[in-house]
Nanobody
Framework: VQLQASGGGLVQPGGSLRLSCAASGSIFSINAMGWYRQAPGMQRELVSVISSGGSTNYADSVKGRFTISRDNVKNTVYLQLNSLKPEDTAVYYC?????????WGQGTQVTVSS
């Protein structure tokens, strides 16, 4: 499985972004996909995950603001980031939980600043 992430950028507080993570390769082996983030000097934090059946989970810090979804035709997972705050600034990493272990995509920078 290979993952290609995109969609980061610079946005003002209160703004929105949509991150995408496209999967290719052994798609059948994917159980769940999601996003972690890592801010400077901080540990990597699980942001959200979506199972192959569509069940979702979110970190408390993003509940009500972020929405994860998946397009099974395009083999892509999306993370809609709304009402962004400066503390959401981080590198966001998509991941896939496969039958052979965790696969990571490259990070995409999200910066929330006025």
């Amino acid at each position: 499985v290979q993952l290609q992430a995109s969609g980061g950028g610079l946005v003002q507080p209160g703004g929105s972004l949509r991150l995408s993570c496209a999967a290719s390769g052994s798609i059948f082996s994917i159980n769940a996909m999601g996003w972690y983030r890592q801010a400077p000097g901080m540990q990597r934090e699980l942001v959200s995950v979506i199972s192959s059946g569509g069940s979702t989970n979110y970190a408390d810090s993003v509940k009500g603001r972020f929405t994860i979804s998946r397009d099974n035709v395009k083999n892509t997972v999306y993370l809609q980031l709304n009402s962004l705050k400066p503390e959401d600034t981080a590198v966001y990493y998509c991941f896939a939980n496969t039958i052979r272990g965790i696969v990571w995509g490259q990070g995409t920078q999200v910066t929330v600043s006025s």
